[in-house]
């Protein structure tokens, strides 16, 4: 009956392509995020937190299961990377959307070099997935390790429609990276002509938040 149940909230319909039984349960625990006391008096696994990897391998029926038990969206893997990072990094929306059906996921955790789950989105270029992030609360100004935010990123990949919607957001375009690079800077190394460095140009004038002297954004004086 336990395996029958933990099959179930897995996901897992008989093609898994693990020919060896002890071998493929291991791996449906761990995919499953089992920690040890589901309350199945004839099991001792259990499901508490959903695993990075259900969703790495995207196990849509694995992860709603989980989300509908309420467990822990926020468990991490050895780079202190949760659902989110992967569903970002995948383009996975449906996955993403789902996750915030259950308890609230830490939409601003940073992994070992510090990129959150809206930094990855938008350095993949993924328009969609980077605005559900935004309105779902992500920090549109965190940086990287190295000082990188997620408006120099749009600009490094030359995407005007990550830039617009990142200003939408409010994004900064006066921070600065660890070589003292401002996003107009990635934009103009990228393109010189390009349509980024006139966007960035555009929105300091209209908004009298810096002014470009010398190809640098920079903020007036006083």
Known sequence: MWLERLVN???????????????????????????????????????????????????????????EARANPNSVDTNDETCLHYAARADQLDILLLLFRGARPAVNRQNKRGETPLWLAVSCEYLDIARELLKLGADVNLADESGRTPLM??????????????????????????????????????????????????????????????????VPAG
């Not at 995919?31 to 995207?58: F, L, N």
Request: proline share 1%; hydrophobic share 40%.
């Open 9 to 67: 909230v897995a996901g897992v319909t008989g093609q898994c392509g693990w020919s060896d039984w002890s071998v493929w349960l291991e791996r449906l625990v761990n995919v499953a995020g089992a920690t040890g006391q589901c309350g199945w008096s004839d099991c001792s696994v259990s499901i508490t937190s959903v695993s990075p990897q259900a969703v790495r391998y995207k196990h849509k029926s694995c992860v709603s299961a989980l989300v």
């Open 153 to 218: 990123m749009a600009c490094s990949a030359d995407s005007r429609e990550l830039v617009y919607l990142l200003l939408e957001f409010q994004a900064d375009t006066e921070l600065r990276d660890d070589h003292d690079w401002m996003a107009y800077d990635y934009a103009v190394n990228v393109n010189q002509e390009g349509a980024c460095g006139k966007i960035l140009a555009e929105h300091c004038a209209r908004t009298g938040t810096g002014s470009i002297v010398q190809g640098r954004v920079v």
